[in-house]
């Protein structure tokens, strides 16, 4: 099913096919963590799970998930997700967080088809068991077909394509009236009819529905495959088959990654027996076995495929959001910048910017988004679009950011909020004004090169509340003096054993007489080291700006 096509609303559900008992579940929220810690909404407790593992949103009517960096990483189609980038999730995936295997479902599928099971379980006299029919000469003159119908699976360009093929080859080879691929829903009274075929299937005849055997589901389950009735002679008919005129059915598993995904069910009526015999059930096994296989690089080509449009399209993004950046050093009328960014996924969640105001004016801001990856990006670059149009009716920054909350009270969802450090500069005084937004992070760099946090007056961050005010402080730009503005990613940045960045760490760093461009070259390269990595964990942003002579 297309994620274009579900429901703004639409629930999904997560049905556990392998791993330790658990319930299924429902995802209804549109931000949900998965993983054993206390922050998850979803715990999965098991030590091979991480504390917060993936993250699985709904946007726009469909459905994302993103490793969240988990220890043992995620799989989706048998595919490793990397970590951070969000994947959409399609009905029918299987998706892996060791120790267990998901089947992703959405409830208004419209190609699902509900059928029910009948009840043979009770006791009738009848023996019912699993069997490996034992392979004799006759299944190796038949090699050549198998080869045929692997060729023919493997050709498969989707799951739908793979498993009508499926169909069409194994009623060919076994004689059987009717065949189907189901799968189990959450109880076994009911199963979901994921495709069928009928070799009766004639203009103007409508063939007999589906009876499925519970008791063929549970023995399938356990062994390679279960039949029952005339195909082999392996057991009795139970009563209910009788009284359903079906004279023989089989039914064989269908794995991904060792667990059960689905079963292909075959059954006949009385008036169609079937012709099959040990060897061809075990065609039927081989047929199975090889349809696992070509499943798996179905879904993984699947997966891949939305991987790379995936990242076609943050590339792009990235493109359009560093063109809405300035260049990295600079000036603007007197004051002299150099800004250094690093996204912590493709698309960055900071934004810094300078422009030029009327009346030798100066506008500064640098901001950061609560979250990373695409969605932050779009959100901090509608704020910049809108922040522009602002400064141009009102140099005030208090006013600035009331009216700017107010824009963004309307539009954050999923509880996001932006935290935002404006400046305006008179470029004749050199007197900075500057509000903060619950933003926070500013240093102040005098001339003999002493280094000290600045507390600046402001408000709340923007989108926390409908109705924020702000305050203002000012400052002089003597000469020499400079101003370091940074994200939370620069101080809150991890080590490898968990250990932030941290403020006493940039003061030490930041104090002397470097220029700003040495400045924010030596913060990323210290904060990179220090967390050994090439990508930050977080967003991390650094500019720093003094007032030219």
């Not at 700003?516 to 967003?539: F, Q, R, T, W």
Request: with cysteine.
């Amino acid at each position: 099913m297309n994620a274009s096509a579900v429901q703004l609303d639409t629930p999904l559900h997560l049905d556990p096919i392998s791993g330790p008992e658990i319930a299924p579940i429902t995802l209804r929220d549109p931000s949900n963590i998965l993983g054993r810690g206390g922050k998850s909404n979803v715990v999965l407790a098991h030590d091979a799970v991480s504390r917060e593992h993936v993250s699985i949103t709904r946007h726009a009517g469909a459905w994302y998930v993103t490793d969240l960096a988990s220890r043992n990483g995620t799989r989706l189609g048998n595919l490793p997700l990397p970590a951070g980038q969000p994947t959409p999730l399609q009905d029918g995936d299987t998706l892996e967080l060791k120790p267990w295997s998901f089947i992703v479902r959405l409830t208004d599928a419209l190609s699902r088809i509900a059928a029910k099971t009948i009840d043979d379980l009770a006791p009738s006299g009848t023996r019912l068991r699993t069997t490996e029919a034992k392979a004799d000469s006759r299944i190796r003159q038949q090699f050549d077909s198998l080869l045929r119908a692997s060729a023919l699976l493997y050709s498969a360009k989707d799951e739908a394509e793979l498993l009508e093929y499926l169909l069409q080859t194994t009623l060919g080879a076994t004689g059987f009236e009717r065949a189907a691929v189901i799968r189990r829903t959450d109880s076994i009274d009911s199963v979901e009819v994921v495709a069928q075929r009928f070799s009766t299937e004639k203009a103007g005849h409508k063939p007999a529905p589906f009876h499925f055997s519970r008791s063929l589901l549970r023995a399938a389950a356990e062994g390679p495959y279960a039949v029952v009735g005339d195909a082999g002679a392996i057991t009795p008919r139970p009563d209910t088959m009788i009284r359903h005129d079906i004279a023989a059915a089989a039914c064989a598993p269908i794995r991904l990654s060792e667990a059960v995904w689905g079963y292909l069910y075959l059954d006949s009526g009385l008036g169609t027996p079937p012709t099959a015999t040990g060897d061809l059930l075990e065609l039927v096994r081989s047929l199975t076995d090889i349809t696992s296989l070509a499943l798996s690089n179905v879904k993984q080509q699947d997966v891949r495929k939305r991987l790379t449009a995936l990242q076609s399209d943050f590339e792009a993004a990235a493109e359009i959001q560093q063109f809405l950046l300035p260049a990295p050093s600079g000036s603007v009328s007197r004051l002299k910048y150099a800004v250094r960014s690093r996204p912590g996924r493709i698309v960055s969640g900071d934004i810094f910017d300078v422009l030029e105001l009327p009346d030798n004016r100066v506008a500064l801001f640098l901001g950061d988004v609560m979250g990373k990856g695409i969605a932050a990006g779009l959100l901090m670059a509608s704020v910049q679009s809108f922040l522009h149009a602002i400064l141009r009716q009102t140099q005030n920054p208090s006013e600035v950011l009331e009216i700017l909350n107010a824009f963004v009270a309307k539009r954050c969802g999923l509880g996001r909020f932006v935290s935002l450090w404006l400046g305006i500069l008179d470029a004749t005084t050199g007197v900075l004004t500057i509000s903060d937004a619950g933003h926070g992070y500013c240093i102040v760099i005098e001339p003999d090169g002493t280094a000290n946090h600045l507390q600046c007056a402001g408000g709340t961050p923007l989108g926390a509340t409908d109705d924020g005010s702000y305050l203002s402080t000012t400052l002089s730009l003597v000469p020499g003096r400079r101003i370091l503005i940074y994200s939370d990613g620069v101080v809150e940045q991890p080590s490898q054993r968990g250990e932030p960045f941290g403020q006493a760490r940039l003061l030490d760093l930041v104090g002397g007489d470097s220029a700003p461009d040495e400045i924010v070259d030596h913060i990323v390269s210290a904060v990179l080291g220090h967390a050994s990595a090439s990508i930050p964990a977080d967003d991390l942003t650094a500019a720093a700006v003094y007032l030219r002579e």
